[in-house]
């Protein structure tokens, strides 16, 4: 089932930002714990690059704008703040931006 699994693509990347944010927000404790830090960003890296090939040329993760496009604009968006999400990835970088001009997904986010 592919949009099944390109719908669940957000669940995975989003574990390792979780574990960046938890030691570098939460716990500010990141200098302290560089393997775990270095891991997160490697599994990271390695997600959205797994995502910039599987969205391709697709504006959309199904095809049309979706709910599924709403959850992966939330990782992107922690991506890229968290440095994740960068100019290695322009497919991404560009979905990104048209799902921000997105009112539901701006309506989302305000929510």
Request: charged share 20%.
């Amino acid at each position: 089932m592919p949009s099944a699994r390109r719908s669940s693509s957000a669940s995975t990347a989003f574990p390792p930002l979780g574990v960046i944010v938890w030691h570098v927000v939460c716990r500010g404790d990141a200098d302290a714990n560089p393997g775990a830090i270095s891991g997160a960003r490697a599994r990271a890296a390695a997600s959205v690059a797994f995502l910039e090939r599987e969205l391709g040329a697709k504006d959309y993760v199904l095809g049309e704008f979706s709910a599924a496009d709403v959850m992966m604009g939330f990782t992107l968006l922690a991506a890229r703040l968290l440095g994740a999400l960068d100019a290695r990835s322009p497919g991404l970088g560009a979905y990104l931006e048209r799902l921000e001009r997105r009112p539901a997904f701006q309506r989302a986010l305000d929510a």
